[in-house]
């Protein structure tokens, strides 16, 4: 199997996708870059990282889709059609930009089905980059996919790496219901190895990435790469830890975790998002209304402060969590009674 | 071209502040030293320049993510832009904004944006300021010609019109929205058209040529400064790198961007025209070069050299703290 990044991962599901089935487009901003341009190169466009190049200039203009700076209309253009037969999927360059164009999801494409009493759904994938690391500052570093969650009729998901994200998405494109589909810009150049050919993997079902006996620890995205280096390290101070990818955070895999924490009683749940309202807030109130009677000790969140991204890299290094923070976590919960 | 000799030097070291000033922050990027993003503002230096020859640290404007000239034409010190773009503790933002979002609110400058069209509702905010107050001032939005598409854009030039503010509209049109064509993506192909059709007056002008774009403003100011209500410029001045540093720009031509530093190099083409028109000669212009790359030099190289911010930062400037 040929080792690929998370961005041909992603370029590849939506290739194989848009052979497959002529009702998926690709709509979003210079997503066939280059257009209205001296020079129309059809293989070098596919958006500001790359993720889809070669797309426009193997469907063409008709179904990989340049827009103006506009994401409202393509928000809403996604949703319309998808309301009537199409499978758009529309990139939304970085997620920090859903506060111009947010209604069009969340009052429409969301409430279709139930609002239109299940005559129709809005088949429609919303691709868009999430997280730190960049030094781009507070408006291009956000993980606000906890506010996704929070909708109803969404289904939200958060690869964190080349083969969950293949999978993923292709199951993503072929769901009837709208998804958010969020890409970790610290990963697209993270490879895996990944099947050449189409596959699926179910949304709401979690990956246990490592078995443990001793601490449960839920990683959201990026966290899972530092969860299981924290995990290899504390693996040598004798301590056993279970690393649990949800991959999807709505609908989330409450069974997944609940087995391991029946096992472990102790539970560290790690995201890089915000800590109020948040996916760790959530998971681990799941965790003490349904999981009570094993806990065996109180669960800890280890995540980004209450505050905004700051764009110095130094401050940047303290606002996500590390493999040494998350250590710290694991061993407070262990040691705990 | 009515402007005196002060005027004029002052308009020029102001281009070539943010010439060279962009020019040293690449070199810097490229070496490393720069985080995030850096957009390079080269070729569009006569808009800044001449819309902002008009205003006072008492008027406002709304910048853009390339907003480095709005800053250095609206006053702020290029030395705490620089600590800024390094993301330095005694940056103009503390090192938490870096370049996309310097603001100097002591200089009427309401921050650089990362969100495309941000800047035209917070300026027409400005101006609901100045109104309410009753002040004679403006309030000056730069929107580039991909941000002219945006709905927020819409709303705030109609709400300008509606409340009849002191509000500008400056479009910068480089023809580009990162790799996108302007005549690809603005559907009539005529901004100011479609800006006067909200109810405005609007002009367009030559961005390369300093004299087009002040002249406008000019007008611009007279008639908001009346309480006449808005006005939108639409200034043409092509791009000269690519979108961000690091765009290899495969969707124009080696000969294009050659041609446009030769033929449309808006410092080239005030210091011929001035050099016919008034008594300023090329070793006055050679005088203002050395003394802007000495201190553009100087803040960076003290910019390099300034503390981080303190790990502890990170938690500061939230909320606004009682005690
Ligand atoms: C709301 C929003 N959408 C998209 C972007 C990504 N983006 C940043 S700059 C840019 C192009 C802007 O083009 P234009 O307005 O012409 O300004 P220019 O870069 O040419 O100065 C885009 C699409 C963004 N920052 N914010
Ligand atoms: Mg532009």
Partial sequence: MAKITMREAINQAMRLEMARDPDVILIGEDVAGGRGCPVDDKEAAGGVMGVSAGLYGE?????????????????????GAALTGLRPIAELMFADFFGVCFDQVYNQAAKFRYMFGGQH????????????????????????????????????VLPSGAYDAKGLLIQSIRDNDPVMF????????????????????????????????????????????????????????????????????SPLDVDTILDSVEETGRVVVVDEATPICSMASEIASMIVSD???????????????????PASPVLEAGYAPTAASIREAVEAVYNYR | MNL???????????????????????????????????????????????????????????????????????????????????????GLCRGKGGSMHIADLEKGMLGANA??????????????????????????????????????VFEAMNLAVVLKLPA???????????????DYHCGSGDIAARAGAFGMPAHKVDGT???????????????????????????????????????????????????????RDPLTLFRERVMAESTLTEADFAAIDAAVSERIEAAMDAARKAPLPEPADLYTDVYEVYD
């Fill in chain 2, 209 to 263: 040529d300093y004299f087009a774009v002040h002249e406008a403003m000019a007008a611009a100011v007279e008639h908001a400064r009346a309480g006449k209500g808005p006005v939108s410029i639409e200034c043409v001045a092509p791009r000269w790198y690519g979108h961000f540093e690091g765009d290899p720009q495969a969707y124009r031509t080696k000969e294009e961007i050659a041609e446009l530093e030769q033929t």
């Fill in chain 2, 115 to 152: 969100i495309v069209g941000g800047s035209a509702p917070l300026a027409v905010g400005a101006a609901l300021k100045i109104k309410t107050r009753g002040d004679s001032n403006v309030a000056v939005a730069f929107i580039g010609d991909g941000a002219s598409n945006q709905g927020t």
């Fill in chain 1, 182 to 249: 969020c890409e970790h810009k610290m990963l697209y150049g993270e490879e895996e190895e990944v099947p050449e050919e189409s596959y699926q993997i179910p949304l709401g079902e979690a990956r246990v990435v490592r078995e443990g006996s001793d601490v449960t620890v839920v990683a959201l995205g990026r966290m899972v790469h530092l969860a299981v280096e924290a995990a290899g390290e504390l693996e040598e101070q004798g301590i056993s830890v279970a690393v649990i990818d949800p991959r999807t955070i």
């Fill in chain 1, 59 to 79: 469907f063409g203009a008709a179904r990989v889709i340049d827009t103006p700076i506009t994401e409202s209309a393509i928000m809403g253009a996604a949703a």
């Fill in chain 1, 291 to 309: 999981g009570f009677s094993s806990l065996r000790a109180p669960i800890r969140k280890v995540t980004a402060p209450h505050t905004p991204v």
């Fill in chain 1, 121 to 156: 759904g809005a088949p429609m994938v919303v691709r868009t980059m999430v997280g730190a690391g960049m030094g781009a500052g507070p408006q291009h570093s956000q993980a606000i996919y906890p506010i996704f969650a929070h909708i109803p009729g969404l289904k939200v």
């Fill in chain 2, 4 to 90: 005196d000799e002060a005027a004029l030097r002052h308009a020029y070291e102001t281009m070539r502040l943010m010439r060279i000033f962009d020019e040293t922050g690449r070199r810097e990027f490229l070496a490393g030293n720069l985080p995030g993003f850096i957009h390079m503002y080269c070729g569009e230096e006569a808009i800044a320049a001449g819309i902002c020859a008009h205003l006072t640290d008492a008027d406002y404007i709304a910048s853009t993510h390339r907003g480095h000239g709005h800053c250095i034409a609206k006053g702020c010190t290029i030395e705490d832009m620089a600590l800024e773009i390094f993301c330095r503790r005694d």
């Fill in chain 2, 168 to 182: 500008i509209f400056a479009y910068e049109n480089n023809g580009y929205a990162e790799m996108t064509g302007v």
